[in-house]
Structure formats: structure tokens, C-alpha cells
């Protein structure tokens, strides 16, 4: 089991930065692809980020050259820097957990574990 915990949410104006933090406890001496997911109100869930246990990364396209994942393994800690941050960024965001794919991945399927969110909010 691994636990996860998100933290660093909140409100910014457009073109500002936030950067969230997802901590992780539990089994978190096995190798784990992790990746931060959003859903906005009446949206599906879709992944953003993501980072496979050898550090390789991989964005979603309205994101990519925005925001940066990264992890450090000695903290069992994720990380999204987001910067240039838009309205359509607003969303609850989900820091996420699962086996070692080969590839970073943003299929929903492919993550076990879940954190319990953290608000971000962009107005314009």
C-alpha cells in the first residue's frame, strides 16, 4: 500500500506559478511510476505529468513547456512546478501512484494509488 498526500494548492492570477507536492508513505522502497492528474467540474479526470521510476517524463500537450514533474526519492516526494499558469488550468489536482511501466504514462488505468487532491484555482 502507498499513501500519498498532496499539498501547495491555491488561488494565483493568470500567468502566475504554484508548485504542488504530493508526499507518499507506505511501500515506497519499490520502484513506482507516478504522475499528477486534474479534473475540473463536470470534466474527466486527465493525466498531466508524468515520471517513470528511472526519471524519464512525459506531458500532456497544454501543458508541456509550462509546467515541470520531478521527484525526489530520498523524500519520497513529487513535485509540478507550474508556471504561466491559465484560467483553463483551474482544477482539483490528484497526485497518483502505480506499478513500474516501462514508459512515463498518463492512461488513469495505469495508477493504483490515489491522494485525496488539492484546489487550484486561476482567474484571469
Known amino acids: 500500500q502507498v499513501q500519498l498526500v498532496e499539498s501547495g494548492g491555491g488561488s494565483v492570477q493568470a500567468g502566475g506559478s504554484l508548485s504542488l507536492s504530493c508526499a507518499a508513505s507506505?511501500?515506497?522502497?519499490?520502484?513506482?511510476?507516478m504522475g499528477w492528474f486534474r479534473q475540473a467540474p463536470g470534466k474527466e479526470r486527465e493525466g498531466v505529468a508524468g515520471?517513470?521510476?528511472?526519471?524519464?517524463?512525459r506531458y500532456e500537450e497544454s501543458v508541456e513547456g509550462r509546467f515541470t514533474i520531478s521527484k525526489d526519492s530520498a523524500k519520497n516526494t513529487l513535485y509540478l512546478q507550474m508556471n504561466s499558469l491559465k484560467p483553463e488550468d483551474t482544477a482539483m489536482y490528484y497526485c497518483?501512484?502505480?506499478?513500474?511501466?516501462?514508459?512515463?504514462?498518463?492512461?488513469?488505468?495505469?495508477?493504483?494509488?490515489w491522494g485525496q487532491g488539492t484546489q487550484v484555482t486561476v482567474s484571469s
Open positions: 507506505g511501500d515506497t522502497h519499490r520502484r513506482l511510476s
Open positions: 515520471i517513470a521510476s528511472d526519471g524519464r517524463t
Open positions: 497518483a501512484a502505480g506499478p513500474p511501466w516501462a514508459m512515463p504514462t498518463l492512461r488513469r488505468y495505469e495508477y493504483t494509488y
